[in-house]
């Protein structure tokens, strides 16, 4: 059965350029309920833990830094069949790639600064937002 909620965070390039409220509101017209977010900032040491599961990869340590560099919104999403519908809404990791009107073709500015986070699988969207927000923070 697909899964309800997937998680999200608006990454520090966007945030600093001024895009929340435009990224918000595109993510409220595709149908999502808002179930928990925050602004908050990253540690290195949690951003590493975030992005653990890409630590042998060569850009580990740039994704870190750049995840750490800023506020962030982090956010629990809900809808029917959420995590594929969301990645369809944010479009490709490369913005170069995105589909026109994803949220990554309007706002990403690289591969690496590329505006927004998606959950890729059901499991990870529970363990991603867990790792973000207590219960009671989810409504
Ligand atoms: P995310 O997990 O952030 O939603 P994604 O699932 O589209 O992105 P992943 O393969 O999980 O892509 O990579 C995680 C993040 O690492 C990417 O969003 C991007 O910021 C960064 N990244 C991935 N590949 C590269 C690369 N070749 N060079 C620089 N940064 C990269
Ligand atoms: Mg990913």
Not at 83 to 107: H, Q, S
Not at 126 to 134: K, R, T, V
Request: charged content about 20%; aromatic content about 8%; overall charge negative.
């Amino acid at each position: 059965m697909a899964g309800n909620r997937t998680f999200t965070m608006i990454k520090p390039d966007a945030v600093a350029a001024g895009h929340i409220g435009a990224i918000l509101a595109q993510i409220n017209k595709a149908g999502f309920r808002i179930v928990a977010m925050k602004l908050t900032h990253l540690s290195a040491q949690k951003a590493g833990e975030f992005y653990a599961v890409h630590k042998e990869r060569p850009f580990y340590g740039e994704l870190v830094e750049f995840m750490s560099s800023g506020p962030i919104v982090a956010a629990i999403l809900e809808k029917d069949n959420a995590v594929a519908d969301f990645r369809t809404l944010i479009g490709a990791t490369n913005p170069a790639n995105a589909e026109p009107g994803t949220i990554r073709a309007l706002y990403a500015k690289s591969m690496g600064e590329n505006a927004v986070h998606g959950s890729d699988s059901d499991e990870n969207a529970a363990i991603e937002g867990d790792f973000h927000f207590a219960g009671v923070e989810m409504f």
